[in-house]
């Protein structure tokens, strides 16, 4: 089975794909082509993880709010010429799977023209623009809330399913991260201000240890310094960092949304300001509706606070259940429109 694929530039577009055609692999022999941003983590993380993917690169950057800003004519132009490149390069595929990001939409649109059957799964509770727009075009959409069937057009809802976000598991060696610790994500980029606040609290608060991904070398050096913290500029093995954790202090991306309720993390989310249409702040308001998660806004949060807020996280405790990975049940449906 050959599969076009584009989901990047972070890690919330980049894994949910990588998490579904992983599943797919098992279930069925696929070759897949995978459109990358140049600039994407997924050029650096792809190549170590899958070599046998082909990888097709894409110089293309996302269109600036408002969506009639002047910058977004010559980046649609872009667009439109890349759009003849993915069409040669997707030649012969049985079908696409696209997960956001600035380079699904072209591959998706191509597969549509094309008449490939294609896939679309949306992370976030509030959909975004590209995924909105491939929805109507598309075999299925899949969406990790119930609250995003909303925000798609209403001629697309008889395709939606729900599913739950795909999460990577992996098997891991437990002994790269211990048990009983507090994970703290800035996003797979870092994030500077959780950066400089934990130091901060790391000053304040040494009896909790921490594993820290810091996303920024000079970062990992700065607080390793302190002996209850082990940074990382990345975590490649996130499936083991959330196996051993007991709390999380977060970005609300929906990836880590997800994760952190599939493994039954209780969080304290602090969603980033800049996120196109506000949707972390509304990812995290999910997570402290269902009673797992605290949200606390950038502008509002100490040290102080945020330490008196991380042990009514840690009372929550963790959740050890059993549950069926959405990948998995994303990779059967797949498999089953495409027969």
């Known amino acids: 089975m050959k599969i076009a694929a584009a989901g990047g530039g972070t890690?919330?577009?980049?894994?949910?794909?990588?998490a579904v055609l992983e599943n797919l692999a098992k279930m069925d022999q696929v070759d897949v082509t995978y459109f990358c941003l140049r600039r994407g983590l997924e050029s650096r993380i792809i190549p170590q993880e899958h070599p046998e993917y082909r990888m097709v690169t894409i110089d293309l950057r996302g269109l600036e709010r408002p969506i009639f800003h002047p910058v977004n004519f010559t980046r649609l132009l872009k667009i439109f010429r890349n759009e003849s490149i993915i069409a040669s390069e997707i030649e012969g595929c049985d079908l696409g799977?696209?997960?956001?990001?600035?380079?699904?939409?072209?591959?998706?649109?191509?597969?549509?023209?094309?008449r490939i059957p294609f896939?679309?799964?949306e992370q976030n509770v509030v959909p975004g623009l590209a995924n909105r727009m491939l929805s109507l075009k598309a075999q299925k959409v899949f969406v990790g809330f119930q609250e995003s069937v909303q925000y798609f057009p209403k001629s697309a809802r008889k395709k939606i399913v729900v599913?739950?976000?795909?999460?990577?598991?992996?098997?891991?060696?437990?002994?790269?991260?211990?048990?009983?610790?507090?994970?703290?994500?800035?996003?797979?980029?870092?994030?500077?201000f959780i950066n400089k606040l934990m130091e901060q609290v790391y000053m304040i608060e040494n009896q909790t240890?921490?594993?820290?991904?810091?996303?920024?070398?000079?970062?990992?050096?700065?607080?390793s310094v302190y002996?209850?913290?082990q940074a990382f500029d990345y975590i490649y093995d996130m499936a083991c960092a959330w196996k051993g954790a007991k709390a999380v202090v977060s970005r609300a991306g929906a990836i880590a949304v997800s994760e952190m309720l599939y493994y039954g993390v209780p969080g304290?989310?602090?969603?980033?300001?800049?996120?196109?249409?506000?949707?972390?702040?509304?990812n995290a308001l999910y997570v402290e509706k269902i009673g797992r998660g605290v949200v606390v806004k950038e502008r509002d949060l100490t040290p102080e606070l945020l330490i008196k807020r991380l042990f009514h996280i840690i009372s929550l405790g963790k959740k050890n259940e059993e549950k069926e990975n959405p990948a998995s049940l994303i990779a059967k449906i797949i498999l089953e429109e495409s027969k």
């Open 209 to 223: 240890r921490f594993i820290h991904s810091t996303g920024d070398s000079n970062w990992t050096k700065r607080l």
């Open 11 to 18: 890690g919330g577009h980049l894994y949910p794909a990588l």
């Open 268 to 282: 304290l989310l602090i969603p980033w300001e800049g996120s196109t249409g506000n949707h972390q702040l509304i």
């Open 97 to 114: 799977f696209v997960t956001g990001g600035y380079v699904s939409h072209p591959v998706g649109k191509a597969c549509a023209k094309k």
């Open 163 to 192: 599913t739950g976000n795909p999460i990577r598991v992996k098997d891991c060696n437990q002994k790269s991260f211990g048990q009983d610790y507090v994970l703290v994500l800035g996003g797979s980029r870092g994030s500077e």
């Open 227 to 229: 002996p209850n913290v």
């Open 119 to 121: 896939f679309v799964q």
